[in-house]
């Protein structure tokens, strides 16, 4: 099973999107629909609302008016914030029982969970994946107003309630422009479709780390590779919980500037080389897989210490299944010198400029006498070695 969460602004297209997604096979959860039946006549949540609201809440048939509450809260954070005490809790639970019952039915569903309120939530960590339309303000305005007939300040303050775009932007894998039509929108939903969720879940359900080049390819520095670790951690660390000891991005995408692989390494910590493999067992929820066979560190600290069995320590290692983003995460015992060192590096390369520099002339010239990404790997480590003695 794939678990997506998809999300927009209000007017921005998501609910057009739910229904390509839906035609393409996804089973879609909506959240909206989900929130108006938790809250129907008769129910508890129906009850809670207007204990709290008043009855000038509720229509004439009894049944919640939702534009007179939506008017209170939309103007008011505080009473938006009273109404998501109740509700949301409500809503996640009804939420969890319709995932379940759709990986019941197909245990190879895509599950597309529509939720326009996912970023505020700041719930992106539950989700392989987060999926976010967006549009202009002006477009979006212009749908609200004409499309749905909504006053123009009505409007503006339904937008200004909701998470900016840059917010989106973080917490979000893929963006899709919906400022189209409903048919561009489609159109780049059936290519997502085919060549990314189909694929990601295909590899997930099945164990396999998603295709990747066998030789090192170097791209120019990426301002999304820090957002794109973020998101990862928490990811990893919701799916670790308390055997994680820490989690952070590690590697030369966690160096703003750094040109590298186009790949997200990940440091997971655990107490015991146990712990550290079943954590890396454990990280599908993560949208990773547990990579088979027998793995470890050469710490820059042992060589040429002892013999073979000292200087390489175990570890474990997971990979991505997902086609659309390439991830190597380490899972190490907290007692692996590796673990102080990669970050000792990192956090060197991001205060010298100089030594990034040398650095990344030394990646140019490796990555095209190596094809082979364990030889350009091991080829650094002089390098890596000269570094950390000058920032011990």
Not at 227 to 253: F, I
Not at 301 to 330: I, L, T
Not at 365 to 372: F, K, N, Q, S
């Amino acid at each position: 099973m794939l678990f997506v969460g998809l999300t927009g602004g209000v007017g921005a297209g998501k609910s057009t999107a739910a229904a390509a997604l839906r035609e393409l096979g996804a089973v879609v959860v909506d959240a909206d629909a989900i929130a108006r039946e938790v809250v129907a006549p008769g129910t508890p949540g129906l009850a809670a609302v207007v204990t709290e609201f008043g009855e000038g809440v509720l229509g004439a048939d009894g049944a919640l008016d939702r534009p007179a509450l939506g008017t209170v809260v939309f103007a008011d954070p505080q009473r938006r914030r009273a109404l998501e005490a109740i509700t949301h809790p409500l809503v996640l639970e009804r939420t969890e029982a319709l995932v379940a019952a759709a990986v019941e039915a197909d245990p190879a569903a895509v599950v597309v969970h529509d939720i326009p309120l996912l970023v505020e939530l700041r719930r992106t960590d539950r989700y392989h994946l987060v999926l976010a339309v967006m549009a202009d303000e002006e477009v979006r305005l212009r749908r609200l107003v004409q499309g749905r007939g909504m006053d123009d300040g009505d409007a503006r303050a339904r937008i200004a309630a909701q998470a900016d775009d840059d917010a989106r932007r973080a917490a979000a894998d893929v963006l899709l422009d919906g400022s189209g039509s409903p048919e561009d929108l489609a159109e780049q939903l059936r290519v997502l479709w085919e060549e990314r969720l189909l694929p990601y879940e295909a590899d997930l359900r099945a164990g396999r780390r998603a295709p990747r080049p066998e030789h090192p390819v170097l791209v120019p520095p990426d301002p999304g590779w820090a957002a794109a670790g973020e998101r990862l951690v928490a990811r990893v660390a919701r799916a670790a919980g308390e055997r994680a000891l820490d989690v952070q991005h590690t590697g030369s995408t966690a160096v703003p500037g750094l040109l590298a692989k186009d790949c997200i390494d990940l440091q997971v910590v655990c107490a015991d080389l146990a712990s550290a493999r079943e954590v890396a067992a454990d990280l599908r929820a993560a949208g990773l897989v547990a990579a088979p066979g027998e793995w470890w560190d050469e710490p820059v600290s042992r060589r040429g210490q002892g013999d073979e069995a000292y200087r390489r320590v175990p570890k474990a290692m997971a990979f991505d299944a997902d086609p659309g983003r390439r991830v190597n995460c380490h899972v190490r015992h907290a007692a692996n010198p590796e673990a102080h060192e990669v970050l000792a590096f990192r956090d060197a390369l991001r205060v010298d400029p100089h030594a990034r520099e040398a650095y990344a002339l030394l990646k140019r010239g490796l990555a095209a006498r190596h094809r082979d990404v364990e030889e350009y790997a091991a080829a650094k480590t002089d390098f890596i070695a000269e570094v950390l003695s000058r920032s011990s």
